[in-house]
């Protein structure tokens, strides 16, 4: 193996000191275990060795397995998550929590900042709060097993598409090699992505990958939409930003329910008051300020 080198492999991670399986590739596994996720596509998935396709301290162990090999591999907490760090653990008002649509109850997970944290405990009207990743201040092992070497180009295109959009079922992957240098591609993607939250900023990341790894010196984003679907739009943007939120999450993590903490409810509209006399204008009110994050 060697950097650079796409592998197609399987795995299942557990917490050293516990057994505790916290991710894996194989269905049946996860849901012996109690880690299944219905939009998880289960199955040996294709990653780029030192490329940032898994941990750091799993990636750089793979250039040593051969194909067809099975080997557990440990990972130390520093090259995992790292430690736990107490700063992360924060106090809110339980008041606030509510306003947000927050349920103020512990083990209770929402998302503030890009940031995802736990409810530990709640005293005195105040909620503590843990941002820091359930897995960090634990030393990790995976078992994994190599399939084989990719050098299909079409796998290696479907690769960094999942690795950014993970929930991309294979029947999902469309895109055209448009040259015959192979140096330009097309790739559709689903419109509703440009609606969510960092949606920019992982497309970028992408035409790197598309760049670096695979040599492309033209890519081409399209975002098809098809009005035949137009009633059921607003379905599909809640599951296509439900996918995108939990797929930006490291995989090792369990389901974390994602709440727009800034959203309120529409009011309702004012009722119609009868004519009157004409009256003087009032002077344009400032534009509102934009709403900050859940204050403690």
Do not use: C, W
């Not at 894996?24 to 996860?30: F, G, H, I, L």
């Not at 349920?103 to 890009?114: A, D, M, R, S, T």
């Not at 055209?176 to 900023?201: C, M, R, W």
């Not at 035409?207 to 098809?224: A, M, N, S, T, V």
């Amino acid at each position: 193996m060697e950097n650079g080198d796409f592998v197609e492999l399987e795995y299942t991670g557990r917490v050293q000191a516990t057994g505790e399986i916290f991710s894996t590739t194989d269905e049946v596994t996860a849901k012996k275990n109690n880690i299944f996720n219905e939009r998880t596509q289960y199955g040996s998935i294709i990653a780029v060795i030192g490329q940032q396709f898994l941990l750091s301290g799993l990636d750089k162990q793979l250039i040593n397995l051969k194909v067809g090999e099975t080997k557990t591999l440990e990972v130390s907490t520093q090259e995992a998550y790292g430690k736990r760090n107490g700063e992360l653990i924060e106090s809110f008002s339980i008041r606030r929590l509510r306003k947000s649509g927050i349920k103020p109850v512990v083990g209770e997970k929402f998302k503030n900042q890009n940031r995802f944290g736990t409810i530990i405990s709640l005293k005195e009207g105040r909620a503590r709060v843990d941002f820091n990743h359930p897995l960090a201040g634990k030393n990790l092992e995976f078992e994994v097993t190599i399939r084989e070497v990719i050098t299909d180009r079409n796998k290696q295109i479907g690769a960094i598409i999942r690795k950014y959009i993970p929930t991309t079922k294979p029947e999902e992957l469309k895109f055209e090699i448009n040259s015959a240098d192979d140096k330009d591609v097309s790739i559709e993607l689903n419109p509703f992505l440009l609606l969510t939250q960092g949606a920019g900023e992982m497309m970028i990341r992408m035409l790197g990958d598309f760049r670096d790894q695979l040599g492309f010196q033209k890519i081409e984003y399209k975002f098809p939409f098809d009005f035949s679907g137009v009633k059921t739009a607003e379905k599909e943007l809640k599951e296509v930003v439900a996918d995108v939120s939990s797929e930006t999450e490291s995989e090792t993590e369990s389901e974390i329910e994602t709440i727009d903490t800034k959203k309120k409810k529409a009011k309702a509209p004012a009722k119609k008051k009868k004519a009157k006399a004409p009256v003087k204008k009032k002077k344009a009110k400032a534009p509102a300020k934009k709403k900050k994050a859940i204050k403690k």
